[in-house]
């Protein structure tokens, strides 16, 4: 919402006066920032926790994963970041390409790129053709007694080249998911928020009937600030709380961060940040596609709200 933006520093100066501490003291400020985000969100997904980075959320969306569904293996696709934890990196093929590589825990699906990938815009079911992709890999990893615990996906891949996949590949994807007894986690911590424009969330793009079982959140979320979030369902919650282990976690979600979260989406909201990032993004996939016209470098220009790709290549054929 903008580099110290006045009510974010508000928010943060006046719980700072008033009371920081640690969330084993129960303060209004975390329900009321939970019962806020609920609204953003499809009913289900209808319980929160509260971290201090992206990386903590996806590890302890992993976590909740396994726990629940028993299953260990994770699908993610090609070229995938989720964060900088060992576990994390362990489910990034952009980071440990370069590192131990993949682990035999660790399957990797193609982006579904229809202008660079497998199955491409003249492919007569692109979206059919990448999902099968993902169930192939399922019935190759049950031949090996192996289990899938989650598909874990950004709702709009960034790292992997600012991709938007196809409408209803999540859903398709989400059945064979769910066929194998896996969840289906989106990450949403570069792309959530209202980025997109059209929606609060990049999931919502592939249509109303989607919801996934565990959404993530991290970056915009507190303007700057460390806080992040897991947001899922009573029945995977009560799952990970059945364990008798209790998560808890020293700051996240204490009184300033959960006010700060609070005045982020006061702002959002006040300023129709969404409606904004239609309008310019609009703009700017206009005036991008005026200079692909122009310049054969520019292959494609893809992009929804203010998450844009130009993709530059050395052949248009190829």
Not at 182 to 195: H, L, N, S
Not at 278 to 295: A, P, R
Request: aromatic share 10%.
């Amino acid at each position: 919402v903008g580099h110290c933006h006045p009510d974010i520093v508000k928010a943060a100066h006046e719980q700072n006066r008033l009371l920081n501490t640690n969330s084993r003291y129960l303060h209004d400020n975390l329900v009321d920032y939970a019962e806020r985000l609920s609204k953003t969100l499809p009913e289900k997904l209808c319980i929160f926790y509260f971290l201090n980075s992206g990386s903590e959320a996806n590890d302890l969306a992993l976590r909740l994963a396994r726990q629940y569904t028993k299953h260990e293996d994770v699908i993610v696709l090609d070229h995938a970041y989720h964060g900088h934890l060992t576990s994390l990196i362990d489910i990034s093929p952009y980071k440990f390409r370069n590192l131990e590589g993949q682990k035999e825990w660790v399957h990797v699906a193609p982006v579904p790129d229809t202008y660079r990938g497998l199955y491409r815009e003249d492919h007569e079911d692109s979206v059919t053709a990448y999902a099968d992709e993902v169930k192939n890999i399922i019935e190759h990893a049950h031949k090996r007694d192996r289990k899938i615990a989650a598909f874990f996906v950004e709702s709009l891949p960034s790292v992997g080249g600012q991709i938007i996949p196809p409408a209803g590949y999540f859903q398709k994807v989400a059945e064979h998911v769910h066929k194998a007894g896996g969840v289906f986690i989106a990450d949403e911590i570069q792309v959530g928020f209202g980025r997109v424009g059209k929606h609060f969330w990049a999931f919502q793009l592939q249509g109303e009937d989607f919801i996934p079982d565990i959404v993530t959140m991290g970056k915009p979320i507190g303007n700057g600030h460390p806080l992040a979030c897991v947001a899922t369902t009573k029945e995977i919650a009560e799952a990970f709380a059945a364990t008798g282990v209790e998560y808890f976690n020293t700051f996240g979600g204490n009184p300033v961060s959960c006010a700060i979260g609070l005045a982020v989406l006061d702002v959002i909201e006040k300023e129709h940040l969404q409606a904004h990032a239609t309008e310019v993004g609009n703009f700017l996939m206009k005036i991008l596609k005026e200079q692909q016209i122009k310049h054969p470098i520019i292959g494609d220009v893809r992009g929804c709200g203010l998450f844009i790709g130009v993709d530059l290549i050395k052949d248009q054929a190829e």
